[in-house]
């Protein structure tokens, strides 16, 4: 069955970095866009950024742009997000999802949480 | 990159029906039909509900509906039922090929 997980959160210092790893499964990666998504505690969702199924064409929120950078590895099936310069209103939960034939995200990871706090 | 704006809290008694609507500009909602829907329970992954503005996945319960006019996208909630409750977001893409999320709705069943 399809299956994205996230791990590689943490309690980090602001302006320190982080990267990220979600690991796919069960379908075939390469041809698929993947998207990072994040959730403040108590908060809604933000959408983070996409990288299409080349691995080439990458688009970020605007919060994030410069600082974050996404990549993919399809030999071992696995999405990344590199976090540098990371600032208290980065702790968030950040989910990978697929992105759909149908334009949506449809399958979800359980999340991994980051902490910027001194 | 403003957050589609959807009202804070919806709420009804089961078997009633709920619209929660969700309003951009015509450089993401009103400009094409990639709007879906999620629906996230408390300590779990969203769940989409309704893609493609109308379309409905597999599993997902025809009580369940989406629609569109102009710059709002709205989803509508038929025969409310207490597992409906949680929080409910719409996504739209943009104009500058990224996405953006509603402000997200508390639906509760009274």
């Known amino acids: 069955q399809v299956q994205v997980v996230e791990s590689g959160g943490g309690v980090v210092q602001p302006g320190t970095s982080l990267r990220l790893s979600c690991a796919a499964s069960g379908f075939s990666f390469s041809t698929y866009g993947m998207h990072w998504v994040r959730q403040a505690p108590g908060k809604g969702l933000e959408w983070v950024a996409v990288?299409?199924?080349?691995?080439?064409?990458?688009y970020y929120a605007d919060s994030v742009k410069g600082r974050f950078t996404m990549s993919r590895d399809s030999s071992k099936n696995t999405l990344y997000l590199q976090m540098n310069s990371l600032r208290a209103e980065d702790t968030a939960i950040y989910y990978c999802?697929?992105?759909?034939?149908?334009?949506?995200?449809?399958?979800w990871g359980q999340g991994t949480l980051v902490t910027v706090s001194s | 990159q403003s957050a589609l704006t959807q009202p804070a809290s919806v709420s009804g008694s089961p078997g009633q029906s709920i619209t929660i609507s969700c309003t951009g500009t015509s450089s993401d909602v009103g400009g094409y039909n990639h709007v879906s829907w999620y629906q996230q329970h408390p300590g779990e992954a969203p769940k989409v509900m309704i893609y493609e503005v109308t379309r409905r996945p597999s599993g997902v319960s025809n009580r369940f509906s989406g629609s569109k006019s102009g710059n709002t996208a709205s989803l509508t909630i038929s025969g409310l039922q207490a597992e409906d409750e949680g929080d409910f977001y719409c996504?739209?893409?943009?104009?500058?090929?990224?996405?953006?999320f509603g402000t997200g709705t508390k639906v509760t069943v009274l």
């Open positions: 990288i299409w199924s080349d691995g080439n064409n990458k």
């Open positions: 999802a697929r992105h759909s034939t149908g334009w949506s995200l449809d399958y």
């Open positions: 996504i739209s893409y943009t104009s500058s090929n990224t996405y953006v």
